[in-house]
């Protein structure tokens, strides 16, 4: 066969598979659109999840037209200066969107020119432009697609249900809408409305927080830390949960660059990191982020679909991020997620409608008050036991090697995780001090449930705290800090290891990286075009499989640009440690006991969670309590 030039309808369907993957795709380009074109209200109407029909509606600036004949055109654009192809500040550029749907369905614009008397009505049906019309429309531009992909029947095999495609638009609208808290949207699926946010007037972070409270809801607002970080002309600001506030899917981690939504995997990274001491692996935080900086500073045009990015400098935005997200997690101090204590509440609600039986209703009248006899009043609630220890230091029984220079116990076995106090104070003197003071905002303990659970009381609440979370989130962060004073010590190899690596590019990674691998403790050295010679590891990893190891941190380092493997190796290893030596449950605790280990929570940063995410302690609050009895 003879080589030839395409048609242009060929060219525009074959462009449209890059552009148009499903209805989201045509709803994004869209409503881009009328951003570009100065709306301040769109509507998108839609039909069968946007498979039999797609409407936007907006009251921007409008075409002539002139333009409106060229902007179906391929490759017509007003919004690139083609002597700065970097400067681009408009969400569409390249010229593509409006000829690439026109190609694959039934098309039709709309369009009238702000302060001009006429609209104009032009359609294309399969790629076969019509004749420009008059037509009736009273400002802006509309734009009606019907049957996505009748042109390219293949591709419609690749949608997925009406459900998850209609899914997949809301998720596109509410990121949009996040990002232009100034224009209002509405969106609507056989009439019915699924989402409708007003414009805002006012300062950008006022409008936002508005608008981030309309979209993602007030729960979210409540349970996250402010992100404010600017750096000479990078800023980054937002919202993103507190630890004990996460959801099983990344799904609602919302990034911006220059208000362009993006997938970026330069932040997603950021993100697990700012978190991996907080959050076990399978759960993900909820943020919503814009970092602004110099258009000439990250690349937009990588992909048709404008969602990728690259920086020019990606190691200085990562590391801004994380160090941004840090700050603002540091700020919460320990801050736990209020949806524990309403669900604990919504737990212990009646099923019957009324807030609490009417006495003269009550389906048992024969009931009976408990007397004394029913329990055992103690000092402060606890069991007598006179076995119980008054100091509960927890050792780290751990073997010690003949050389414990190099040795992981010789950092583990140094540290003194927290231990009780045994002054002669009274459970009631305790008590006073604690509630009074505001400084103690975990109470005074008063009695330890299932010898699991220590119950404590504030002025305003009840606490119950999970000692076996709480210690060991102690003890983790005692470790953390006995390592950031002392480094992590190295253990060198009797026989330094050759690992052969798969590519040249695997070896110069780790390679370029080996300053900061150091630091963990890991020694390596290039050896030949694609080896490497690791000579010393870190101790707290004991024997482990060098190969793979060093296999995984060149993979990260070439996908991510971040080194993953190890750091979370190391964290790993560290949890671990402080799980199985802290307090368990089933440990009885003295009253003493229980309040040395409320005070040290109170004067540790983070230990409102366990090093898995999980919330240490939860707070009921005194006045949703008294409602379940009906007393306000």
């Known amino acids: 066969m003879s080589i030839k030039i395409l048609s242009p309808s060929t060219i525009n369907k074959i462009s449209a598979g890059e552009v148009i993957e499903r209805p989201a795709s045509v709803v994004k380009e869209l409503v881009e659109n009328a951003i570009d074109a100065g709306a301040t209200k769109i509507d998108i109407i839609l039909e069968e999840a946007g498979k039999n029909l797609i409407i936007v509606k907006d009251n921007g600036f409008g075409m002539s037209q002139e333009d409106l004949e060229l902007a179906i055109q391929r490759h017509a654009t007003s919004k690139l200066d083609e002597e700065d192809l970097l400067n681009i500040n408009s969400f569409g550029f390249r010229g593509e969107a409006l000829p690439s749907i026109g190609a694959i369905s039934k098309f039709k614009i709309t369009s009238k020119k702000k302060y001009t008397d006429t609209a104009y009505s032009l359609s294309i049906n399969g790629g076969i432009q019509e004749k420009t019309e008059q037509a009736a429309l009273d400002e802006g531009t509309v734009i009606e697609v019907r049957d996505l992909f009748f042109a390219t029947p293949a591709r419609l095999k690749f949608l997925r249900t009406d459900k998850t495609e209609l899914m997949a638009t809301i998720a596109l609208v509410k990121k949009i809408a996040l990002s232009h808290p100034h224009i209002g949207f509405t969106l609507t699926h056989e009439g019915k409305d699924l989402l409708k946010v007003r414009k805002k007037d006012g300062n950008f972070e006022e409008i936002l927080n508005a608008r981030i409270a309309e979209v993602m809801g007030m729960e979210f607002l409540t349970n996250s830390a402010l992100v404010d970080f600017k750096r000479n002309d990078i800023s980054l600001y937002g919202y993103t949960s507190i630890p004990t506030y996460n959801k099983a899917a990344a799904e609602e981690q919302f990034l911006f660059i220059n208000n362009r939504p993006v997938k970026d995997k330069i932040l997603n990274v950021a993100l697990k990191v700012a978190y991996?001491?907080?959050?076990?692996?399978?759960?993900?935080?909820?943020?919503?982020?814009?970092?602004?900086?110099?258009?000439?500073?990250?690349?937009?045009?990588?992909?048709?679909?404008?969602?990728?990015?690259?920086?020019?400098?990606?190691?200085?935005?990562?590391?801004?991020?994380?160090?941004?997200?840090?700050?603002?997690?540091?700020?919460?101090?320990?801050?736990?997620?209020?949806?524990?204590?309403?669900?604990?509440?919504?737990?212990?609600?009646?099923?019957?409608?009324?807030?609490?039986?009417?006495?003269?209703?009550?389906?048992?009248?024969?009931?009976?008050?408990?007397?004394?006899?029913?329990?055992?009043?103690?000092?402060g609630w606890l069991p007598q036991n006179k076995n119980v220890k008054t100091n509960f230091r927890i050792d780290y029984a751990l073997s010690k090697q003949q050389n414990s220079d190099y040795s992981c116990q010789t950092t583990l076995d140094s540290i003194q995780l927290p231990t009780a106090k045994t002054e002669d104070q009274t459970d009631q003197e305790?008590?006073?001090?604690?509630?009074?003071?505001?400084?103690?905002?975990?109470?005074?303990?008063?009695?330890?449930?299932?010898?699991?659970?220590?119950?404590?009381?504030?002025?305003?609440?009840?606490?119950?705290?999970?000692?076996?979370?709480?210690?060991?989130?102690?003890?983790?962060?005692?470790i953390k800090e006995q390592i950031k004073q002392k480094g992590i010590i190295k253990q060198r190899l009797l026989i330094p290891e050759i690992i052969e690596l798969s590519s040249r590019e695997k070896a110069e990674i780790i390679d370029d990286n080996k300053a900061s691998l150091s630091?963990?403790?890991?020694?390596?050295?290039?050896?030949?075009?694609?080896?490497?010679?690791?000579?010393?590891?870190?101790?707290?990893?004991?024997?482990?499989?060098?190969?793979?190891?060093?296999?995984?941190?060149?993979?990260?380092?070439?996908?991510?640009?971040?080194?993953?493997?190890?750091?979370?190796?190391?964290?790993?290893?560290?949890?671990?440690?402080?799980?199985h030596y802290s307090i368990r449950a089933g440990r009885v605790l003295s009253t003493l006991e229980m309040n040395e280990l409320l005070r040290q929570m109170e004067s540790t940063p983070f230990s409102a969670q366990c090093n898995h995410g999980r919330p240490t302690y939860v707070e009921l609050k005194l006045k949703d309590i008294e409602k379940l009895f009906g007393r306000k």
């Open 519 to 579: 630091d963990l403790g890991l020694s390596v050295e290039k050896f030949g075009e694609k080896s490497i010679i690791v000579s010393e590891m870190p101790s707290i990893l004991g024997d482990i499989n060098i190969v793979k190891l060093i296999n995984d941190l060149a993979d990260h380092l070439l996908a991510l640009g971040e080194n993953i493997a190890l750091t979370e190796l190391i964290e790993h290893v560290t949890e671990t440690y402080a799980c």
């Open 430 to 478: 305790l008590a006073n001090t604690f509630i009074s003071d505001p400084q103690y905002y975990l109470g005074a303990a008063k009695a330890q449930l299932h010898n699991t659970y220590i119950i404590s009381q504030t002025e305003g609440s009840i606490i119950i705290t999970d000692q076996h979370a709480a210690h060991e989130r102690l003890g983790y962060e005692k």
């Open 276 to 379: 991996q001491d907080f959050l076990a692996r399978d759960r993900h935080a909820v943020s919503t982020l814009f970092l602004k900086l110099d258009p000439h500073l990250v690349d937009v045009n990588v992909h048709p679909a404008k969602t990728e990015v690259r920086f020019h400098d990606p190691n200085f935005i990562r590391s801004i991020v994380i160090s941004a997200i840090k700050e603002a997690l540091n700020s919460e101090g320990q801050r736990v997620s209020s949806t524990l204590s309403e669900s604990a509440i919504n737990y212990m609600k009646p099923q019957n409608d009324s807030p609490y039986l009417a006495e003269n209703n009550h389906p048992n009248n024969n009931f009976q008050i408990p007397t004394q006899k029913t329990f055992s009043r103690n000092n």
